[in-house]
Each structure stands twice: as structure tokens, then as C-alpha cells.
């Protein structure tokens, strides 16, 4: 069973900067294509950002583009997403979910494994 534990959330002024983590367990974390969604209050959960799982391709929502990275460690079973620039808007629950193939995908539908999320909140 694969495990995936978020951390890094908090609170951040507009503007400002913060980074989230995924630990992943498990032996098999580089056959998993990792991806970042997020759920407001209220809204549906949406993509964030994904990598493949060598971490050559990377795949990014319109609205982050420029502003968010997501990288990877495969020696570590970990990824990251670095946020800057961050809006009010950003603010929602971040989740990191696991994939078992090479492709990413924005559909939430598609990954087998999530974590609990952690929460993300910009102030104005």
C-alpha cells in the first residue's frame, strides 16, 4: 500500500511565498507520475500541477503557471511544490496524489493513491 503525507502548509501574506511536501512511502515511488490538486471551500477539487515519474515532464494549471514548481525526489520519495506570488485565490486545501504510470494527467479520477491534504491559506 502506498502512503503519501503532506506538510508545509500555513499561512502567507499575498505576495509572499510558502512550500508544500509529499513524503511518499513505499519501494515504488519512481514508477508513480505524481500530481497537485487543491479544493476550496465550496468548489470542486482542482489540478495544481503534476510530474512525470522521471521528472522530465511537468504540467502546470493556467492559473499557477509562472508562479508555482513542482519537482521531485526520487532518491528521497518525496515532491515538492514551490508556490510564489501567491493570491488570495490560492487559498484551499492542497493535496499530492500518486499515479502508477510514466504520463501525467490533470483528472483527479485518474490517480490511485492521495494524502490527507494540508491547508494553504493567503491573506490579502
Known sequence: QVQLVESG?????????LSVSCAVSGRTFRS?????FRQAPGKE?????AISRNGENTYYADSVKGRFTISRDNAKNTVDLQMNSLHPED???????ARFTYFVTDTPREYDYWGQGTQVTVSS
Open 9 to 17: 502548509g500555513g499561512l502567507v501574506q499575498a505576495g509572499g511565498s
Open 32 to 36: 508513480y507520475a505524481m500530481g497537485w
Open 45 to 49: 477539487r482542482e489540478f495544481v500541477a
Open 91 to 97: 487559498t484551499a486545501v492542497y493535496y499530492c496524489a
